[in-house]
């Protein structure tokens, strides 16, 4: 069974720019949760989606959104991008909303 | 909001020997999960834990599900290098915006082979 799938795994932009991270769940599961992990901040949560609507959201401006697919994929997009967004961001999914939390190896976003 | 305080923050062994972290809750979680992070990677789940009092095993990793269910141990027996990595425990409540799970700020483990 596939894991969780992120893409890309790298990536490099510039104050001012937009980026879109795109996360595919492990076949069968309708959950997907963002998070943003920084070395001062551990795991900071960002957004859940399930059946395509967000459920649960964190603590972060605007600036970040997401949305789920009719297939489950999600993407997650930050606009007005800030050096302070430098961050590995994960992508995790689960078959129940209480079963276990699965993660994707996540995007390493460099903001110069 | 529901805050998790996990500790030590770092530990520094060497090879061989046994290594215990715990978490503890301000409020009261229905599940328990711990996490092992390599550098670059995504966490991995180690173990979970759904009920009070659990003691569950996998390899040399013990963790259980406290009485009080406000906090959470993980015990590794034996240290081995690649061992090496950050520990994250989480909790999850029960219903509406307790869904999502927090997360502890990790345990980072050193080994000396």
């Known amino acids: 069974k596939a894991g969780v799938t992120q893409t890309p795994r790298y990536l490099i932009k510039t104050r001012g720019q937009q980026v879109t991270l795109s996360c595919s769940p492990i076949?069968?599961?309708?959950?997907v949760s963002w998070y943003q992990q920084t070395p001062g901040q551990g795991l900071q949560f960002l957004f859940e989606?399930?059946?395509?609507?967000?459920?649960n959201k964190g603590n972060f401006p605007g600036r970040f959104s997401g949305r789920q697919f009719s297939n489950s994929r999600s993407e997650m997009n930050v606009s007005t991008l800030e050096l302070g967004d430098s961050a590995l961001y994960l992508c995790?999914?689960?078959?129940?909303?209480?079963?276990?939390?699965?993660f994707g190896e996540g995007s390493r976003l460099t903001v110069l | 909001g529901q805050q998790l305080n996990q500790s030590p923050q770092s530990m520094f062994i060497q090879e061989g020997e046994d290594v215990s972290m715990n978490c503890t809750s301000s409020s009261i979680f229905n599940t328990w999960l711990w996490y092992k992070q390599d550098p670059g990677e995504g966490p991995v789940l180690l173990i979970a834990?759904?009920?009070?009092?659990e003691l569950t095993s996998n390899g040399r990793l013990t963790a259980q599900f406290g009485i009080t269910r406000k906090d959470s141990f993980l015990n590794i027996s034996a240290s081995i290098p690649s061992d090496v990595g950050i520990y994250f425990c989480a909790g999850q409540g029960s219903g509406g915006s307790n869904y999502k799970l927090t997360f502890g700020k990790g345990t980072l483990l050193t080994v000396n082979p």
């Open positions: 989606y399930f059946s395509e609507t967000q459920r």
């Open positions: 834990l759904y009920k009070a009092g």
């Open positions: 076949s069968g599961h309708r959950s």
């Open positions: 995790a999914s689960r078959g129940t909303s209480t079963g276990e939390l699965f």
